[in-house]
């Protein structure tokens, strides 16, 4: 399970990588930010449910 989450993180952030190229430099933060938010969310919860 927690190998095929890796890998859905894996391959949305290969996404994000070829979208980067496209997007203003504005934008480019938010993506950063909401990734990393998202990320370490998941990080947190995953510590703390399988404690």
Not at 19 to 24: D, G, I, P, S, W
Not at 32 to 48: G, K, N, Q, R
């Amino acid at each position: 399970m927690r190998e095929r989450k890796r890998e859905v993180y894996r391959r949305s952030y290969a996404m994000k990588g070829k979208e980067y190229e496209t997007v203003e430099k504005a934008s480019v933060w938010n993506y950063l930010f909401t990734d990393c938010h998202v990320y370490w969310s998941h990080a947190l919860i995953e510590m703390v449910t399988m404690g």
